[in-house]
């Protein structure tokens, strides 16, 4: 009985007031890429711009200039929808071929999404809460903005909408990533390991506007080690990361889309496309015990992109995007202190479902402490075809 009350509260939580339908798509992508890079980066992101990818010392990834081919980006979708009693049920699952963790660098499989979406809740791996999609410049570039907050994670949210808002929560999956330092070296820290005990919350929340919108979100998360190993001295530790952004995006006339995200935040760069490590260590030397500190990493950004229709066929993206760390004292004096990123493309469309242009790519690094920075010119050419079969029946 209380499970049949508490199924009956769900569906009127999450019904839609909608005709509910039945179907199942196929959709994706076939994308090449051709371009030249006529300095440095490391070789395992070869056909994306990433700022802390770029040398932190003189010609570590020598010589300058090279050539690259790939289809990485290259994507394949599956979307599922049936109507229930509890609402519209809907299933997705995607990948590409860009391989990242121990398939970095390679052209291979690469998981993106697999979730269940019923009315309102969300269950399973899509873009985190924290993430304004909507605000991802149309660049030819994969790596794009490295400020821009943009995570997919396993999640629980729930997530309401009507004409003039949507707002969510969720719970998702932590995870952070450690920088040990001028301590890397040392082997007691092997015995450190991280210590997730509860899930990172989001937040967000959208006011639609007559040209736009305007979206504020937030993340909140504990990051916990411990010491593995007994020891006299206490490597033990957490800290408590958490985030904000400012995003939207606004037509200034018919022919222009104005995009924008202003990000800060501690111990939440892993949310970020490219921002580098979330906890840093600090000297501590003054207590025998606990010599060490982990703490979380200030980050600060921003990003602009200004979208121009020159024809129904000719159309421009150019834009800038920014990030700063704060670093803790026991970081590596070239570790990543602050990028700079910036585009420019002229893209053409001859029909519907292809595009191609070309793209002008600019990316800085700059080091915490040794006064090294280093920069990258690129060029890049690419093709896209957009494909999609979607077979739809109505409802009863």
């Known amino acids: ?81 049936t109507p229930t009693s509890l609402g519209q049920l809907k299933a997705n699952f995607e ?54 907050a943009f995570l997919r994670s396993i999640q629980v949210r729930y997530m309401k909408v009507n004409e003039k808002a949507r707002w969510g929560l ?46 504020v979100a937030g993340v909140l998360k504990w990051i916990k080690w411990e010491n593995t190993v007994p020891s006299p001295i206490d490597l033990s530790g957490d800290e408590i990361g958490w985030g904000f952004y400012l995003s939207t995006t606004h037509r200034l006339d018919s022919k222009t889309l104005l995009k924008g995200q202003v990000i800060t935040g501690r111990g939440m760069e892993n949310y970020l496309t490219d921002g580098g490590p979330d906890i840093g260590i600090e000297n501590n030397v003054s207590d025998p015990v606990t010599p060490l500190l982990g703490v979380s990493l200030p980050v600060i950004g921003g990003l602009v992109f200004l979208e121009r229709s020159w024809n129904s066929k000719l159309s421009s993206t150019v834009g800038y995007s920014a990030i700063r760390i704060d670093n803790s004292d026991a970081q590596a004096d070239n570790a990543f202190k602050n990028g700079h990123y910036g585009i420019f493309n002229l893209l053409y469309l001859p029909v519907s479902q292809f595009q191609t242009g070309v793209e002008l790519q600019w990316g800085q690094r700059n080091n915490f402490r040794d006064d090294f920075s280093s920069s990258v010119i690129r060029v890049q050419f690419s093709c896209k075809y957009n494909f999609s079969l979607f077979l739809e029946e109505k409802g009863k």
Request: proline share 6%.
């Open 170 to 215: 969720a719970l998702e999956q932590p995870g952070a990533i450690s920088d040990d330092g001028i301590y890397a070296d040392r082997i007691e820290l092997e015995n450190v390991k991280p210590q997730f005990k509860v899930p990172d919350l989001t937040a967000q929340y959208r006011r639609f506007l007559k040209n736009g919108y305007v979206e």
């Open 1 to 81: 009985m209380y499970i049949q009350l508490f199924l009956c509260g769900i569906g009127q939580a999450i019904a839609q007031e909608q005709e509910l339908k039945k179907g199942f798509e196929i959709y994706g992508f076939v994308k090449a890429d051709i371009g030249y890079n006529f300095n440095q980066t490391d070789p395992n992101w070869f056909d994306v711009l990433r700022v802390t990818k770029l040398p932190k010392f003189e010609d570590q990834f020598a010589p300058d200039g090279k050539i690259y081919f790939g289809v990485r980006q290259t994507r394949l979708g599956f979307n599922n929808w």
């Open 95 to 148: 990948f590409d071929l860009f391989g990242v963790g121990p398939d970095v660098g390679q052209t291979t499989f690469h998981f993106r999404r697999a979730y269940i979406e019923l009315g309102r809740f969300t269950v399973g791996q899509t873009e985190s809460l924290f993430t304004d999609v909507d605000v991802t410049p149309n660049t030819l570039d994969f790596g794009a903005p490295p400020s821009r």
